[in-house]
């Protein structure tokens, strides 16, 4: 090894001092040197940054966190960038020295993490201050939410969504993106989990289809669905303990594992059924009061969980328990309304996509005139429209007089007749 100003000849490498300090390698070193093949993955999703040292040049001792991702992704770009490496960074006359704490891939935020990554320009950068650094970081919330953003750009038609784009960025931005760092970083910026979060708005607009695409956006798998009118019983003391066993699941986890267990998505539809407002039924016996009790008992109970996210459904949200509806509980409010003519477009070609992948779709069938003409259409209605064009054109096919005759597979074509026959239904 040789330091970086002498003439560099075959067999020597050339490190500055920050590259040398990396590499715990001294001028004068003998090292061997090899090949590293990037895997598939490696583009870093998370970067945590720890701030060693600021110079200042200005007295400024805010520092913002957008601004500051935003020019070090710049400059950074296509480096790798390994735990422990210390990083100098001179922005506006300010010089700042960072260590690199951790780093993570896209969709393993859960993990431990990487020993190194690749800093691109949708990577996240999450800045924690050291005590003596007397700095303090500012907007780190927003630099780390919009940036979890944008690396995660859901196409929510290819989950089989339409419309809904706006209520999915709400309901990320507020109920998700503290659940995609790990808990240590979350602690840091001192976030608190969303517990729990209410969908609500008329029948048939999704709800059902977004919560369930969310709990498997979070944990991978499919998310417990219960129903409300389901979980009621009438034996005495028995919806109580449904109540109870909902939650059964995530409490044996967390009691088992600790910080390592899985995030538990509860959805719970018509929640309306058991979570009245308390004293609004007349029946006189308070069975139904003590349902909204355990309920709610139980719901703060997992306070300390932090494995467990509530989502609760209801066209009737004025019929809810106030209480249940209040901050630590669910806390996050999105409506979900019919959607607009582009979410119907959205919607029909969602539903009208495998006929037309197999070439069951007429060509004079225009989606766009359909969406205009569906008004105060629900999705579920538009769902509705499409399966009924698709009997008009299979009766076509079959033949009265003779049901036996073999279908003819390939002639089968839904036609814009069929649809509007449908929308006259
Ligand atoms: P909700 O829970 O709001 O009552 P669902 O999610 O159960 O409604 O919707 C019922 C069905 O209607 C869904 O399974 C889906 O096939 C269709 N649907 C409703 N809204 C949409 C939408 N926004 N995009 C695509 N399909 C939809």
């Known amino acids: 090894m040789h330091t970086a100003h002498d003439k560099i000849n075959d067999g020597q490498i050339a490190l500055n001092a920050i590259q040398r300090r990396h590499t715990k390698v001294s001028a004068g070193d003998q090292i061997s040197v090899s090949r590293f093949v990037l895997p598939d993955n490696f583009n870093l999703a998370l970067l945590t940054l720890e701030l060693d040292f600021v ?4 007295r400024s001792e805010q520092l ?3 601004v500051l991702a935003q020019q070090l992704r710049k400059k950074f770009t296509d480096q790798v960038m390994t735990v422990g490496q210390r990083v100098s960074f001179e922005f506006c006359g300010t010089n700042y020295l960072f260590t690199v704490n951790q780093a993570m891939v896209e969709g393993e935020e859960n993990s431990k ?3 190194r990554g690749i800093i691109t320009k949708d990577t996240y950068i999450v800045f924690e201050a050291t005590p003596n650094s007397g700095i303090k970081i500012i907007n780190q919330r ?5 940036n979890i953003f944008r690396q995660k750009e859901f196409n929510l038609q290819k ?12 309901i990320f931005r507020r109920a998700f993106a503290s659940r995609v760092f790990p808990p240590h970083v979350t602690n840091k910026l001192g976030i608190k989990h969303v ?10 607009t999704g709800k059902t289809l977004m919560a369930r695409q969310i709990g498997k956006l979070l944990n991978g798998r499919e998310p417990k669905i219960v129903n409300g009118p389901e979980v009621l019983s009438k034996f005495v003391g028995e919806t109580e303990k449904n ?18 267990s899985d995030l538990h998505v509860i959805i719970f539809d018509e929640i309306d059924a058991i979570c009245k407002s308390r004293g609004s039924t007349r029946d006189g016996t308070g069975v139904h009061d003590s349902i909204v009790n355990q309920l709610l008992t139980k719901i703060d109970g997992v306070e300390s969980l932090n494995n467990v996210l509530l989502i609760g459904m209801t066209n009737r949200k004025d019929l809810l328990d106030e209480a249940l509806l209040r901050p630590g509980r669910l806390e996050v409010h999105v409506e979900i309304n019919l959607p607009d003519e582009h979410g119907r477009l959205q919607i029909l070609q969602i539903h009208t996509n495998k ?10 069938v225009n989606l766009q005139e359909l969406a205009a003409r569906t008004k105060n259409y629900s999705g579920a209605e538009l769902e509705g429209v499409v399966k009924s064009a698709v009997s008009y054109a299979l009766n076509r096919q079959i033949s009265m007089d003779d049901l036996t005759k073999p279908l003819d597979e390939e002639s089968i074509k839904v036609t814009m007749d069929d649809f509007l026959n449908a929308l006259q239904e």
Do not use: C
């Open 355 to 364: 006929m037309k992948e197999n070439s069951f779709l007429a060509a004079d």
């Open 195 to 204: 517990k729990g979060m209410l969908l609500y708005g008329p029948p048939g």
């Open 64 to 66: 913002d966190a957008v």
């Open 113 to 115: 993490g990487l020993e």
């Open 55 to 58: 110079k200042r040049s200005n």
């Open 142 to 146: 927003e630099a780390t939410s919009s």
């Open 159 to 170: 989950l089989g969504i339409g419309g809904l784009g706006e209520e999915f960025t709400d």
């Open 243 to 260: 109540v109870r066993d909902l939650f059964a699941d995530a409490e044996n986890d967390q009691r088992a594992r600790g910080d390592e």
